[in-house]
Every structure is written in structure tokens, then in C-alpha cells.
């Protein structure tokens, strides 16, 4: 739910180059694709991919199902696209964050690499607009400001370097989460 002091509209959101900053609700965004903080296993979970899968519908779940028979599911820093079902957006990117470990299990890495696979697929399909949720702080554990900062850098460097996606949406859940992203957006 959107703070007294959010945007209605993440397009109203505070603008740093072509990255926005959006404090609400990740299923109701309206971006081309919003990303989901997955598990391997692509079936749906707790927190943030619980909440896509139930908003999103049985076709999210169909499609997940389907790439599982594919390929086995998706490990972590990997991602891959379903349809977005009955979502605003059009498409899900699904990632898998690392488990937090302490820092000295490649997370970084792994982090990292979520945002320039799910930023790739973005290109590919050439879409305008995709929004993130923050990887991995959940469940997950990793560090908030360690993971913002993360977010931030991966973007600035993948949209220095393509056209699409247009728009990067960071979407934060609170005010704590708003800080740290503001903190390495002003970095």
C-alpha cells in the first residue's frame, strides 16, 4: 500500500536517468512486466512471489509449470518470462535471488546477476517498462542497503549500455527500503 507521501502513479514516482522509485503494491503496477522474486522450484511461495502468483492467476502458474518441464525450474541468478495472467503488466520476469549466507557464498554475484538476466529478457522482448522488487531481502535475508545498492548499480549499467527496457520501476514495501534505494540512487 502506497505511503501518504507516494505517487498514485508509477509514472508520478521520483525520476533519477530513466529509473523511477515507487513505494506501493508490485502487482497493481501497470509497467510491461514486473519481476518476481522467485524460488527455484517456480511454483509460487511466500512474500512477493505469493502475492504475484495469487494476483496473477492460474496462467502465471501454467506457464511456470511448463518451463519446469522444460528445464527443471530456474536457479538462482537465472530468469526467465511467463505471461503476466490477469496482472496490469503484461509479462512476469521470475528470478531467484541468492539465500543470504553472509556475503561469502558468491551472493553478490548471484544478486547481481538476477538483475542483468531479468534486464536482458526485458531487452529482448524490447519492452518499455519493467518493475523490480527488492531481490532477495525477504525470506531470503539479504541486506537491504547491500541489495539496493546492488539494484541500482546493475541497472545504471545495463541502461547506459541498451535502449530497452526505457524505464526501470524500483518498487519498495516501506519506508526503510525507500531510504536505501534513495541513498544509492543519489550516489
Request: glycine share 10%; aromatic share 8%.
Amino acid at each position: 500500500m502506497p505511503s501518504p507521501t507516494s505517487p498514485s502513479s508509477w509514472r508520478d514516482a521520483p525520476i533519477f536517468g530513466r529509473i523511477r522509485l515507487y513505494q506501493g503494491d508490485i502487482t497493481r503496477l501497470d509497467t510491461e512486466a514486473i519481476v518476481n522474486a522467485a524460488n527455484t522450484s517456480l511454483l509460487g511461495g511466500g512474500g512477493v512471489d505469493g502475492a504475484i502468483h495469487r494476483a496473477g492467476g492460474p496462467a502465471i502458474l501454467e506457464a511456470c509449470r511448463q518451463i519446469r518441464a522444460r528445464q527443471g525450474g530456474c536457479p538462482p541468478g537465472e530468469a526467465v518470462l511467463t505471461p503476466g495472467g490477469r496482472l496490469p503488466a503484461r509479462y512476469v520476469i521470475h528470478t531467484v535471488g541468492p539465500v543470504w549466507q553472509g556475503g561469502h557464498k558468491q551472493e553478490p554475484e548471484l544478486l547481481a546477476r538476477c538483475y542483468r538476466n531479468s534486464l536482458a529478457l526485458a531487452e529482448e522482448k524490447q519492452l518499455e517498462s519493467v518493475a523490480f522488487p527488492g531481490i532477495s531481502t525477504g525470506i531470503y535475508g539479504y541486506p537491504k542497503a547491500e541489495a539496493a545498492a546492488i539494484a541500482v548499480r546493475e541497472a545504471r549499467t545495463f541502461l547506459a549500455e541498451h535502449a530497452f527496457p526505457a524505464t526501470v520501476v524500483f518498487v519498495v514495501f516501506d519506508e526503510e527500503a525507500r531510504r536505501f534505494y534513495e541513498q544509492a540512487l543519489q550516489t
